[in-house]
C-alpha cells in the first residue's frame, strides 16, 4: 500500500559538471592570439630602434619635461578645484545675480573647446595690447607666457567642471539636515562647513581623480604654444633625431606611469572614504 511506501532517499544527487562554454574559450582565445601576432609584428619591425626608448626615458630633458607636466597639472586642479568651489556657492546661493554669474562661467568655459582656450589665451595680445595703471604699462606679450597661457587655459576649463561637480555635491545632501543646522543656530557658513560638507566630500572626491587624470593628459594639448611640457620635448627630441615613434612612446609610457600611480592613489582614498562613511552611518544606527 501507499502509506507503508518506503521513504524517498534524502542523500544529495551528485554535482552537475559545469557546461563547457565553447563561445568564451574561442573568443578569448582568438584575443589571445591576435594579441600575440600584434605584439610579434611590433616587435619585429626594423624600423624601430626599440633598444633608444629605455634610453630617453631618463633622458634629462624628458625629465625636465615630465616634472613641468606635473607642475602645470598640479597648479591647474588646485586652481580648478579652488576656483570651482567659488563658483559652486555662487551658483548653490540665494543671489540672482551670482548664481547668473557663475551659470554664465559655466556655460562658457565648458562649451567652448580647450585647444580654443589655449589659443585665446596664448593670443590675447591682439586683443589687449598692453594693461597698467598710470604711466606705467606693461606688454601683454611680455606678461602672457606660454606657460601662464596654458595654466590659465587649464585652470578656468577645470574650474567650471569642478564648480558642477561640486555643486552636484553640495545639492545631494537631504534638505532636512541644512534645516536641523539653522534650528540649532548654526550660521550657513557653520552649516556648510560642519554639516554639508563632511557628507558631500565623499560624493566629490571620486570625480575630483578622474579630473586630475583627464588634466594630466590633457595637459599635453599645450605643446601647441610651444610650452616645455612632455609631448613638446619628446617633439624637440625626434625633430632632429627623427626617432619619431621611440619618443611618442616614451611620452606614452611616461604618462601611462603617473596616471597608473595617480589611480592607485585614489582607489585607496575612495576606499577610506567609503571606510569613513560606513562607521559614521553605523554610530548613527547604534544612536
Not at 11 to 27: E, S, Y
Not at 225 to 238: E, F, N, P, S, V
Request: charged share 10%; hydrophobic share 55%.
Amino acid at each position: 500500500m501507499a502509506l507503508f511506501a518506503q521513504p524517498v532517499s534524502m542523500a544529495l544527487a551528485p554535482p552537475v559538471g559545469k557546461p563547457i562554454r565553447w563561445g568564451q574559450i574561442t573568443t578569448g582565445t582568438s584575443a589571445i592570439l591576435a594579441l600575440v601576432l600584434f605584439i610579434t609584428i611590433v616587435a619585429r619591425n626594423q624600423s624601430v630602434q626599440w633598444a633608444e626608448i629605455p634610453h630617453y626615458m631618463v633622458d634629462p630633458v624628458i625629465l625636465d619635461g615630465v616634472v613641468l607636466t606635473l607642475q602645470l597639472t598640479a597648479g591647474a586642479m588646485v586652481f580648478g578645484v579652488a576656483f570651482g568651489c567659488i563658483v559652486a556657492i555662487m551658483a548653490t546661493s540665494q543671489n540672482v545675480v551670482l548664481k547668473a554669474m557663475a551659470v554664465a562661467f559655466v556655460w562658457w568655459f565648458r562649451g567652448v573647446p580647450l585647444i580654443v582656450q589655449i589659443f585665446f589665451w596664448f593670443n590675447i595680445a591682439l586683443f589687449i595690447p598692453q594693461v597698467g595703471v598710470g604711466s606705467y604699462s606693461i606688454s601683454i606679450n611680455d606678461l602672457v607666457t606660454p606657460a601662464l597661457a596654458g595654466f590659465l587655459a587649464l585652470g578656468l576649463h577645470e574650474a567650471a567642471n569642478m564648480s558642477e561637480i561640486i555643486r552636484s555635491g553640495l545639492t545631494a545632501v537631504d534638505r532636512g539636515q541644512r534645516e536641523a543646522a539653522s534650528s540649532l543656530g548654526l550660521r550657513p557658513l557653520q552649516t556648510l562647513r560642519t554639516v554639508v560638507l563632511p557628507q558631500a566630500i565623499r560624493l566629490i572626491v571620486p570625480p575630483t581623480g578622474n579630473q586630475a587624470i583627464g588634466m594630466l593628459k590633457a595637459s599635453a594639448i599645450v605643446s601647441v604654444i610651444g610650452m616645455q611640457d612632455l609631448l613638446t620635448q619628446a617633439q624637440a627630441i625626434y625633430a632632429r633625431n627623427f626617432l619619431v615613434i621611440e619618443m611618442l612612446c616614451v611620452a606614452s609610457l611616461w604618462y601611462l606611469i603617473i596616471t597608473t600611480i595617480a589611480s592607485v592613489g585614489q582607489h585607496f582614498l575612495e576606499q577610506r572614504l567609503a571606510l569613513k562613511g560606513r562607521d559614521a552611518t553605523a554610530q548613527k544606527d547604534r544612536k
